[in-house]
T-cell receptor, first 115, second 111 residues
Framework: DAGITQSPRYKITETGRQVTLMCHQT?????MFWYRQDLGHGLRLIYY???????DKGEVPDGYVVSRSKTENFPLTLESATRSQTSVYFC??????????????FGPGTRLTVL | GDSVTQMEGPVTLSEEAFLTINCTYTATGYPSLFWYVQYPGEGLQLLLK?????DKGSNKGFEATYRKETTSFHLEKGSVQVSDSAVYFC??????????FGTGTSLTVIP
């Protein structure tokens, strides 16, 4: 199916474990983003990528690692999960456009609980 | 730096009531402005946008006018429905195709 998908949709893990959240888009969009959504904070950018093999930190990158070896995939890894990383994680993508700003398309989210 | 500020929620309205969700922004220059909507259990999706001052964005009965004199982009709808229950985010673009998102305003419409 075309679009942007995330897996898993729900994940429960324990403190200290490594967790990888997957994101896949079928549009060949240049840009991809990872956000976390928490009550009272709205959406906060964790990492973003302008193209394959190009990634950069967002507002809250500590404790997270990303990679982008292929344009369509942008996995997010929590190297050693902490309770403060309990959140809903959204992946998004957008296409590069010269002078304008393009709409971001969001995945359905992954609800992560760290016990 | 650039930012957006949204009115605090939650907002609860009866069906057919008038809706206003306030959004003000701080930015260098005159960027495009956006409203995104998040329905329960889903990701955000673009609701409407305006690309320059005095532009009015509209979609699904919602409207927002880009007012540079008041640095505002308030979201309005004349008659809300139960299906409009969602969280609404004001957004301001940043470099690198990024966005500054407001904290979101939760709307519940009761029949």
């Amino acid at each position: 199916d075309a679009g942007i998908t995330q897996s898993p949709r729900y994940k429960i893990t324990e403190t200290g474990r490594q967790v990888t959240l997957m994101c896949h888009q079928t549009w060949s969009h240049s840009y991809m983003f990872w956000y976390r959504q928490d009550l009272g904070h709205g959406l906060r950018l964790i990492y973003y990528s302008a193209a394959a093999d190009i990634t950069d930190k967002g507002e809250v990158p500590d404790g997270y690692v990303v990679s982008r070896s292929k344009t369509e995939n942008f996995p997010l890894t929590l190297e050693s999960a902490t309770r403060s990383q309990t959140s809903v994680y959204f992946c998004a993508s957008s296409q590069r456009q010269g002078q304008g700003y393009n709409e971001q398309f969001f995945g359905p989210g992954t609800r992560l609980t760290v016990l | 730096g650039d930012s957006v500020t949204q009115m605090e929620g939650p907002v609860t309205l009866s069906e057919e009531a008038f809706l206003t969700i306030n959004c003000t922004y701080t930015a260098t220059g005159y960027p495009s402005l956006f409203w995104y909507v998040q329905y329960p259990g889903e990701g955000l999706q673009l609701l409407l946008k305006a690309t320059k001052a005095d532009d009015k964005g509209s979609n699904k009965g919602f409207e927002a006018t880009y007012r540079k004199e008041t640095t505002s982009f308030h979201l309005e709808k004349g008659s809300v429905q139960v299906s409009d229950s969602a969280v609404y985010f004001c957004a301001l673009p940043n470099t690198g195709n990024q966005f500054y998102f407001g904290t979101g305003t939760s709307l519940t419409v009761i029949p």
